[in-house]
């Protein structure tokens, strides 16, 4: 049986925290930033968790290694 290997896109895109969430960066921060305002462009720097519960057990599945 060969080895597991994780989901190189997911490994890139997701972090699991220590309590086992799902953390992601947002989008919409990567061009056509000249019209966004100074709020919208600090606000989407930060990270958010991924509340889906769905969503966060398909990524898991994908990073398990």
Do not use: C, D, W, Y
Request: hydrophobic letters at 30%.
């Amino acid at each position: 049986m060969p080895k597991m290997k994780s989901h190189k896109g997911a490994r890139k895109r997701f972090k699991i925290t220590g309590t086992g969430k799902v953390k992601r960066m947002k989008a919409f921060k990567s061009h056509i930033l000249t019209k966004k305002t100074s709020k919208r462009k600090r606000r989407l720097r930060q990270s958010t968790v991924i509340t889906n519960r769905g969503e966060t057990k398909n990524i898991k599945r994908l990073l398990q290694a």
